[in-house]
């Protein structure tokens, strides 16, 4: 089965990091683009960041340049999402999905992990 | 990257034809044909619906197509049934290679 199953989420106060983790499995990983999409409960959708299969190659949304790292480990068929100078806004479900072998879309997510930014 | 503009909510009863649109720039909607929708039942992770515009992944029946015209894309859902309420979002790949989401469409089947 194609699954994908992130961890890592919590609280933490402002200025903090956070290492977010996204075990894949039933697929090749290494052939797929992979993303984080995040979500203020009751709230839309948000692009965060994705990569390539290769590891080569990263894009990112404005309000986290610079503060987030997306990498992955294809070896343990896992991607991540470093966290740092958090700030009250960052606070989410963060979801990781997988793009579309061959077009514009992301075709499984994960369940999603809550990341809460607060003193 | 501003969010693509959605109406905030649509309805209909079952049986009938809901559409809802998803209004973007000639730097996201407007220059690819690479435009997806997503069904999201609360509290559940969203569900790709069509991608590249008018694309089903497996599964997804065929009540539900994708289309667009210059800067607005549209999904509609024939034939309306009571599983299908829950919010939609559309997204479209931008010129500055990310990606953009809608502000989201909460479907009621009446």
């Known amino acids: 089965e194609v699954q994908l199953m992130e961890s890592g989420g919590g609280l933490v106060q402002p200025g903090g990091s956070l290492r977010l983790s996204c075990a894949a499995s039933?697929?090749?990983?290494?052939?797929?683009?992979m993303h984080w999409v995040r979500q203020v409960p009751g709230k839309g959708l948000l692009w965060v960041s994705r990569?390539?299969?290769?590891?080569?190659?990263?894009d990112y949304a404005d309000s986290v340049k610079g503060r987030f790292t997306i990498s992955r480990d294809n070896a343990k068929n896992t991607l991540y999402l470093q966290m740092n100078s958090l700030r009250g806004e960052d606070t989410a479900v963060y979801y990781c999905?997988?793009?579309?072998?061959?077009?514009?879309?992301?075709?499984?997510w994960g369940q999603g992990t809550m990341v809460t930014v607060s003193s | 990257q501003s969010a693509l503009t959605q109406p905030p909510s649509v309805s209909g009863s079952p049986g009938q034809s809901v559409t809802i649109s998803c209004t973007g720039t000639?730097?996201?909607?407007?220059?690819?044909?690479?435009v997806s929708w997503y069904q999201q039942p609360p509290g559940t992770a969203p569900k790709l619906m069509t991608y590249?515009?008018?694309n089903r992944p497996s599964g997804v029946p065929d009540r539900f197509s994708g289309s667009k015209s210059g800067n607005t894309a549209s999904l509609t859902i024939s034939g309306l049934q009571a599983e299908d309420e829950a919010d939609y979002y559309c997204?479209?790949?931008?010129?500055?290679?990310?990606?953009?989401f809608g502000t989201g469409t909460k479907v009621t089947v009446l």
């Open positions: 999905a997988r793009g579309h072998v061959t077009g514009y879309g992301f075709d499984i």
């Open positions: 039933g697929f090749t990983f290494n052939t797929y683009w």
């Open positions: 990569l390539n299969g290769g590891g080569s190659r990263t």
């Open positions: 000639s730097s996201d909607v407007g220059s690819y044909n690479r």
């Open positions: 590249d515009v008018s």
């Open positions: 997204s479209s790949h931008t010129t500055s290679s990310t990606y953009v």
